[in-house]
């Protein structure tokens, strides 16, 4: 299986938004990610407009020139400008106003009816839905019947982790890879991961994409958002030989 790169450039935004200037262009950097060759461009709309705003995504739906994957709480009003929108890929996360990013994956099991309306309006509009969860067994059992057809497994806690509690953490996401894939559901994972701990993660051959953000962003600080996307890119080639 090949192993794609989606950059979330959320924090690109995040800068400029810290000022309430025009720059640094979203628009100019989404160009310089695809140009280092990303295999999609990841964006979250959050319900406080902390960074991405409304128009942002729609811009960004019009340059794009790669899949667009467009992350969003499991709300009518999220729901429906994705729908405007028609980005490829929805991924679906759980999503609280006071958190300083995305804490935790989606509660397939509790929150099953209001998941599954999102997800089957979002699948007639044509668009692809994965849902951001732990890598919980009981969890992905539950997702053939919420009826989207890739998951992304939160990788926090592993990034966060160390020693012994680091390992278990990457057992489960092997295990939990491993049954999606069983399951028919296309498995992708992210969060918190890094130029030092992802090739781990982009080792587990049931992966399919990994969507990156903060690590690749900061790195552009020092090199700039090309160079940081073609080093992870690198990561990615190299991680399976
Ligand atoms: N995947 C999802 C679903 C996310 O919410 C985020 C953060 O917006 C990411 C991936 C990227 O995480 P990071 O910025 O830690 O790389």
């Given at each position: 299986?090949?192993?794609?790169?989606?950059?979330?450039?959320?924090?690109?935004?995040?800068?400029?938004?810290?000022?309430?200037?025009?720059?640094?262009?979203?628009?100019?950097?989404?160009?310089?990610?695809?140009?280092?060759?990303?295999?999609?461009?990841?964006?979250?709309?959050?319900?406080?407009?902390?960074?991405?705003?409304?128009?942002?995504?729609?811009?960004?739906?019009?340059?794009?020139?790669?899949?667009?994957?467009l992350e969003l709480a499991a709300t009518d009003e999220m729901v429906n400008i994705a729908c405007d929108v028609l980005p490829n890929?929805?991924?679906?996360?759980p999503e609280k106003r006071e958190e300083l990013t995305t804490e935790g994956g989606l509660d397939v099991i509790g929150s099953f009816e209001r998941v599954k309306t999102s997800t089957m309006r979002l699948n007639q509009a044509g668009i692809r839905v994965s849902l951001f969860i732990e890598p919980d067994i009981e969890q992905i059992k539950r997702v053939p019947d919420i009826?989207?057809?890739?998951?992304?497994?939160?990788?926090?806690?592993?990034?966060?982790?160390?020693?012994?509690?680091k390992k278990r953490e990457f057992e489960r996401i092997i295990k939990a890879s491993e049954l999606a894939d069983e399951l028919g559901i296309q498995v992708n994972a992210g969060h918190g991961l890094d130029y030092e701990n992802t090739q781990m993660i982009a080792a587990i051959p049931q992966i399919q994409e990994l969507n990156i953000g903060h690590s690749i962003v900061a790195r552009a600080v020092f090199v700039g958002i090309k160079q940081a996307t073609s080093e992870m890119l690198e990561l990615l080639r190299t991680a399976r030989l």
């Open positions: 299986m090949s192993l794609e790169l989606g950059v979330n450039i959320d924090h690109i935004a995040t800068l400029r938004q810290a000022r309430g200037t025009t720059y640094p262009d979203l628009l100019q950097a989404m160009i310089l990610v695809e140009e280092a060759g990303a295999d999609a461009i990841t964006i979250h709309l959050r319900e406080d407009r902390r960074h991405i705003q409304d128009a942002d995504v729609y811009a960004i739906r019009k340059h794009c020139r790669r899949r667009l994957n890929d929805a991924c679906i996360v009826g989207a057809p890739v998951i992304e497994l939160h990788t926090g806690t592993y990034a966060n982790a160390i020693g012994d509690a």
